[in-house]
């Protein structure tokens, strides 16, 4: 009998578009979101039940190379029976999540926590402990890559297949070693290492330094910068509220382009002005 291990009461200590099912399962998967989240494609909830459905441990979305990431890590490491992670749905061209995904358990991060060879505008995980990221990374043993590419709309592809996501999870219980789309799946058993319980919190006190830049010289108010954002608290961004997603660029935290709304032809002038105002800061 494969070994598995009680889980923690604060588990999942990170909230988020997820759903929590078989606390015993070796396998979370992990859906691309690649809207809005007022606007999330039925499909996108098809696969995520799917995940659900056939015994996944957790089975959510995935929005941001940064802050939605370091969530899904902080509910990974706080189990350690989950020992893969079925990646599908569409890649976000913005975001690049899932490309930062992989390229986190290939690479790791450097020194600045930014993931190495992540391809995403702001791949940096710098509310997490350095505990924490290595954990993640040997814990997990394998992504089993389903991912499409940005704007794909073929159902029969196998990232937008609830029936081919379905049997990845299933592929992750089995006792015997099981071959699925290239991978070599079974249930190993926990991580021997106990859970880590710990929040996206911040703590790092010089962003500017771990963001590879001077410290500001010039002090720039969070309400000045929050005008100029789209003030829809949509989210998207992977920050809770507009407000703060301006205090995170005072910091050089977070840059202009990590707002999708900024990016829309509409919001040219407003970020324009941001990355001017921003960029005075180490003049």
Not at 20 to 35: E, F, K
Not at 111 to 128: C, D, E, H, M, W
């Amino acid at each position: 009998m494969v070994r598995k291990v009680d889980l923690p009461e604060e588990y999942p200590p990170e909230k988020g578009r997820y759903a929590r099912g078989n606390d015993y399962s070796p396998v979370a998967v992990c859906v691309i979101l690649d809207t809005f989240d007022f606007n999330i494609p039925p499909v996108l909830e098809e696969l995520l039940m799917a995940g659900l459905d056939t015994g996944a441990a957790l089975s959510g979305m995935l929005q941001t190379e940064n802050i939605g990431l370091e969530k899904m890590i902080c509910n990974i490491v706080a189990n350690p029976n989950i020992r893969y992670i079925v990646l599908c749905g569409r890649e976000a061209s913005g975001h690049l999540p899932g490309q930062s995904l992989l390229a986190l358990i290939e690479n790791g991060v450097d020194g600045k926590r930014r993931i190495v060879a992540s391809q995403a505008p702001t791949p940096y995980l710098f509310n997490l402990s350095a505990e924490a990221i290595e954990r993640f990374r040997t814990q997990i043993v394998a992504v089993v890559n389903l991912l499409c590419d940005p704007g794909e709309t073929d159902r029969s592809n196998p990232g937008l297949n609830p029936e081919v996501v379905g049997k990845a999870v299933w592929s992750c219980f089995q006792e015997e070693p099981v071959q699925f789309k290239g991978y070599t799946l079974y249930d190993m058993g926990a991580h021997p290492e106990p859970p880590i319980v710990q929040k996206v919190v911040w703590k790092a006190s010089k962003p500017w330094e771990l963001a590879g830049t001077q410290k500001p010289q010039k002090t720039v108010s969070a309400l000045v910068v929050y005008k100029l954002l789209p003030g829809t608290n949509c989210q998207a961004c992977g920050e809770k509220t507009c407000r703060a997603f301006a205090s995170k660029l005072i910091q050089w935290m977070r840059q202009p382009d990590g707002c999708p709304y900024l990016l829309k032809p509409e919001f040219a002038e407003e970020r324009a002005a941001l990355e001017k105002l921003l960029g005075t800061q180490g003049e």
